[in-house]
């Protein structure tokens, strides 16, 4: 049975409207419609496929979910070499390099050249075969690289198909680019991980490449990857006749194309926005390590040729180093909260951007393998992502021969248990609850301040509290006494008075404070929130099973297994006794849905918050407010954070009522 015109129709305007609300959303970060409004749509989209499987599009916004997992990467051979660049570092290097490029072309005036940020990501290529995606790889070894083609399919910034007129035109279209995670998106990922007892990842890099090297595209479906095009390859281009025009063309075809490209003539412009990037590169929310710089006219790029893996006709400036050599005192383990055992270097304190770095995380035995990092070893480092210090290389040519090497401990450092790296994992773990190092850990974040918030409870005395055998659970700091403190290093009369004050204040904490101090895997405070405003009692989660705390929103099934299996061990039944007994509240919790100041009324939020924006998202949700992307004449709160820019105008055009971090705290009673 054929599917009736007005279907078609219908659907062809979905598959339109979605497309271009997934532009706003992923690519600009700009969504016009809420989230309901959105899921709507796609799921009129999915029944309509559903029940017309041949209407289904190649470019379909389903197609992009995830398909089913690989065994292993096929390996594609890239029909034009993937290049790297020449690399610069000074305005005279650059002089120089100008000065063969016009000796190339023996000319005489100034060369146009293009100049865009360089993306710190990874090099992947996209096919398009009259217009369609077929096949997505990595760089590789410039030659063959990894088909990653289902993985590539779920970044909302790679069109799945490009217009009608470029299918005719250029039946076959390569084009390359890098594929990153943005800074903001980065750091919520890593949260994530996190709150999900995962290993971190070091920078926003190899974020990237490890969510777009995934096995289960599902895996990646989940990751905020983005892509920016830089290129096209492997086509007689007509028209197109210099790069900006390319990059232009990509632009019009849906690809991102970066914001900061721009035509410079010869050294003087060149430089001029070498200068401009290195002062716009802090509020840039994605990493560069430089500025590639290309001759724009591709006669002239033909011409040029390259040399040894590089094009003679584009370089690479790079800032300079936030770097800094120093040596490796020592290679120690330390164990978090859930197990997950991460080596760490000690390193001879040395100042890097400004900040003294004496240890950097090597994450996992994976990462401490492919650096070959040895104790005595001298490592050039930097700082990552503004904070995170990292290694980046070991400088094997200061090798002397008495570098001490070192493995992944079999026993856990602080108990002793043996350590296992359970399959498919990137982490070794100690798998004993009762570890002490795991235990000083879960204190800390008991006390921490957004849980239970005991000032004066930190790392140190949490440790000197398990080493001195003070507590065996975190319940445990309700029965201290100043007797049992005084002994310990340190301690004095009036810290342990105020410490006793804090503790004893700490038992009249909400709900949901409590729920995320009792450390169950893949509860942050965004879910611990919506957890005791669902429940309202403690007693009510403890029942909650798997099915029921899915029906949540927010609450995917693992944490809900998670939570399950917490309540389910008897341990963490006996310190939520014990908490009873020594009188911790647990008052019923009701900043209830329909007293809710904020029930029914429509948020934007806009600017930076103290804390991502999801978190206030989900509090606004669970207060029975929505949220939605634009101002308009609807909205009736926008919440403001800082460097608000045209939503806040908007909003004062429109006469909305808008409220800062601390207004917004105050108006719903936190
Ligand atoms: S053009 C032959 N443009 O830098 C020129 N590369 O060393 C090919 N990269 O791995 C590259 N941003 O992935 C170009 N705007 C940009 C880039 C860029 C980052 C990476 C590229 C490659 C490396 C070249």
Redesign the pocket.
């Known amino acids: 049975m054929s599917v009736p015109e007005k279907i078609r129709e219908e659907y062809k305007k979905l598959v339109e409207e979605i497309k271009y609300h997934d532009r706003l959303y992923y690519m600009y970060d700009r969504p016009e419609i809420s989230d309901a409004e959105y899921d709507r749509l796609f799921d009129r989209l999915l029944s309509l496929e559903r029940e017309h499987p041949e209407v289904t599009a190649p470019d379909s916004p389903t197609q992009r979910v995830g398909a089913e997992p690989l065994k292993a990467f096929k390996s594609v051979a890239h029909r034009v070499r993937m290049?790297?660049?020449q690399k610069v570092t000074s305005k005279e290097e650059f002089a120089d390099f100008d000065r063969r490029v016009k000796e190339g072309l023996g000319e005489r005036s100034e060369i146009e050249y293009t100049v865009?940020?360089?993306?710190d990501g990874l090099?992947v290529e996209l096919i398009y075969e009259k217009g369609l995606f077929t096949v997505g790889s990595t760089?590789g070894d410039g030659t063959r690289g990894e088909d990653v083609t289902l993985n590539l399919r779920t970044i909302h910034s790679i069109p799945l198909k490009l217009s009608g007129e470029t299918a005719r035109r250029y039946p076959l279209l390569e084009v390359r680019g890098?594929v990153i995670i943005r800074r903001s998106a980065f750091g919520r990922l890593n949260k994530k991980m996190e709150e999900q007892g995962e290993g971190l990842f070091a920078n926003p890099r190899n974020a990237a490449a490890g969510s777009l090297r995934q096995l289960d595209p599902k895996i990646t479906a989940g990751r905020p990857l983005i892509f920016y095009a830089?290129?096209i390859s492997a086509v007689d281009l007509e028209e197109l006749d210099t790069h900006f025009k390319v990059m232009k063309f990509l632009k019009s075809e849906g690809f991102l194309v970066?914001e900061h490209l721009k035509l410079a003539t010869g050294v003087a412009g060149v430089t001029a926005e070498f200068d401009n990037l290195v002062k716009v590169r802090p509020s840039l929310d994605y990493e560069i390590d430089g500025m590639?710089v290309k001759v724009n006219r591709f006669e002239e790029q033909v011409r040029l040729g390259e040399i040894s893996r590089a094009?003679r006709w584009?370089v690479?400036w790079k800032f300079a180093a936030e770097e800094a050599e120093t040596k490796v005192k020592d290679i120690v383990f330390s164990v978090g909260r859930t197990g997950i055992i991460t080596p760490v270097a000690k390193l001879e304190p040395v100042r890097v951007s400004g900040v003294t770095v004496s240890n950097a995380s090597l994450h996992n035995e994976d990462e401490m393998k492919a650096l070959d990092i040895r104790i005595g070893d001298t490592v050039l480092i930097r700082r990552a992502g503004d904070v995170i210090p990292e290694v980046l290389e070991v400088i094997k040519e200061k090798r002397t021969g008495d570098e001490i090497e070192v493995a992944m401990p079999e026993n856990c450092p602080s108990c002793g248990t043996m350590t296992v790296r359970p399959e498919g994992e990137a982490a070794h773990r100690c798998l004993n609850s009762a570890c002490p190092a795991q235990l000083s850990e879960r204190i800390f974040h008991f006390a921490a301040k957004e849980a239970m918030d005991i000032e004066g409870l930190g790392g140190k005395l949490a440790a000197q509290l398990v080493e001195n055998n003070l507590v065996k659970d975190p319940a445990d700091i309700y029965l201290l006494t100043k007797a049992r403190l005084l002994p310990l290093e340190l301690m004095g009369e009036k810290k342990a008075q105020n410490l006793l004050t804090a503790i004893e204040q700490s038992k009249k904490r909400e709900l949901p404070r409590i729920i995320l101090a009792l450390g169950i895997l893949g509860v942050g405070e965004a879910a611990a929130r919506i957890l005791a405003e669902q429940f309202g009692e403690l007693e009510l989660l403890l029942r909650a099973s798997v099915e029921e705390l899915m029906e949540i929103d927010g609450i995917g099934p693992k944490i809900a297994q998670s939570i399950v299996d917490y309540f389910a061990n008897p341990g963490n039944k006996e310190m939520i006794a014990k908490m009873k007994r020594a009188g911790v509240v647990f008052a019923p919790y009701r900043a209830a849905r329909k007293e809710s100041v904020i029930a029914g009324k429509s948020f934007v939020i806009t600017g930076t918050l103290s804390k991502p924006r999801e978190y206030f998202k989900k509090l606004i949700q669970s207060l029975g407010g929505k949220v939605s992307g634009s101002v308009s004449s609807k909205t009736d709160f926008l919440l403001v954070g800082e460097d608000a820019g045209s939503k806040l105008e908007n909003a004062r055009k429109l006469g909305v009522m808008t409220l800062n971090e601390d207004e917004f705290s105050r108006l719903i009673g936190l």
């Open positions: 290049l790297s660049l865009e940020p360089k993306l090099a760089r890098e830089y290129g970066n590639v094009p584009a690479a």
